[in-house]
């Protein structure tokens, strides 16, 4: 850490010097333009007019299947604009595999193909992405996810399960969104102003779409479970499974609401209603058990797994509800204050 004390020139305006190494390393000189972004007690600087498109290198030479898809969609999450993907000679299967992977995110498209490079640009404007919209989006797909899930199992409904297991790739791309996004303002003060939103906000909302994508994966978990159900299951268990998801439902939205008010008591009254409501979830979980104690053992144990899934999910709005809380209680340095 450096310090500089702040002095006046011409009477009325504020300078500060600026440390001479920092300078030399961001190609920052006399005459240069720097911009400020301010944000609560702290005004960031960055040199103006650099590149942002910023472009990332990656030898895929050993890389192949599920390592090659995840090394691309780790320099996606980490804000790459240009990946370039280099071997001596890229196999056909590797080309299979960078195709499957750009599809899978959102915003990337392979722009060249040589033997031995493939160049993926991301092509949307990050000036237009939205974490709000992105969220908000995802809460939409993974409630509708567990939504129909239920309703494959009350029908053993083989073509809605397949497309609830389809659907979780949604909420993965929209997963993958907001973890570059949030990253985004990680790295540069210029993404949070963009934004509109504070970092502290962004990092709310992220931590929130991943119980979101959790909820999705409990959908897609309980949709492939009904696949192995044959038998219809009970009409009093499946009541009791409704029951529970409706339980689940309120928890889910409740968090979701208390995370995006803006009104701080409201935002506090309904995450600790949420909060009350897990509990209760739990108890109805714990008598849908019993009436497994009906079934068939090998039904019982599946149709046990799926009340396990259900409830789980509350457990993740629950999460969402504690988040929320967080978001709404006074930050060192704000105006608010208590008696």
Not at 42 to 60: C, K, N, V, Y
Not at 147 to 169: G, N, T
Not at 287 to 304: C, H, N, S
Request: aromatic share 4%; glycine share 6%; charged share 30%.
């Amino acid at each position: 850490m450096e310090t500089r004390k702040v002095q006046v020139t011409g009477g009325s305006t504020y300078t500060v010097s600026i440390p001479k190494s920092w300078a030399n390393d961001n190609g920052v000189s006399a005459g240069s333009t720097v911009e400020f972004y301010p944000e609560g007690d702290s005004l960031f600087m960055t040199p103006a007019g650099a590149d942002e498109r910023t472009e990332g290198t990656l030898d895929i030479t050993n890389l192949m299947g599920t390592e090659l898809i995840r090394a691309v969609t780790t320099m996606y999450v980490s804000g790459f604009d240009i990946i370039r993907l280099e071997s001596a000679r890229i196999s056909n299967d590797q080309r299979r595999t960078i195709r499957e992977a750009t599809q899978s995110l959102v915003g990337l498209e392979v722009l060249e193909e040589t033997k031995g490079e493939i160049v993926i640009r991301d092509l949307l404007d990050s000036s237009e992405l939205s974490i709000h919209n992105a969220v908000t989006r995802m809460r939409l797909i993974a409630s509708s996810m567990l939504e129909d899930a239920l309703l494959a199992l009350r029908d053993l409904d083989r073509d809605l399960a397949h497309d609830v297991i389809q659907r979780d790739d949604d909420v993965d791309r929209l997963w993958m969104v907001v973890s570059r996004i949030f990253r985004a303002t990680l790295r540069t003060p210029k993404a949070t102003e963009e934004l509109g939103l504070p970092r502290e906000v962004c990092f709310d909302y992220h931590s929130s779409a991943r119980q979101l994508e959790r909820i999705g994966d409990h959908a897609t978990k309980i949709a492939h479970i009904s696949l192995d159900i044959e038998q219809e299951v009970p009409e009093e268990a499946l009541d009791a499974i409704d029951e529970l998801h409706s339980e689940v439902v309120t928890v889910i939205d409740g968090g979701m609401d208390a995370l995006f008010t803006d009104d701080s008591e409201e935002a506090t009254r309904l995450a600790n209603d949420v909060r009350e409501r897990v509990r209760d979830v739990d108890a109805t979980a714990r008598g849908i058990d019993e009436l497994l104690r009906e079934l068939d053992p090998a039904r019982a144990q599946l149709v046990g797994r799926i009340v396990d899934s259900v409830s789980r999910t509350a457990d993740y709005g629950g999460n969402i509800a504690e988040t929320a809380l967080q978001k709404a209680a006074p930050t060192p340095g704000s105006s608010s204050t208590h008696d």
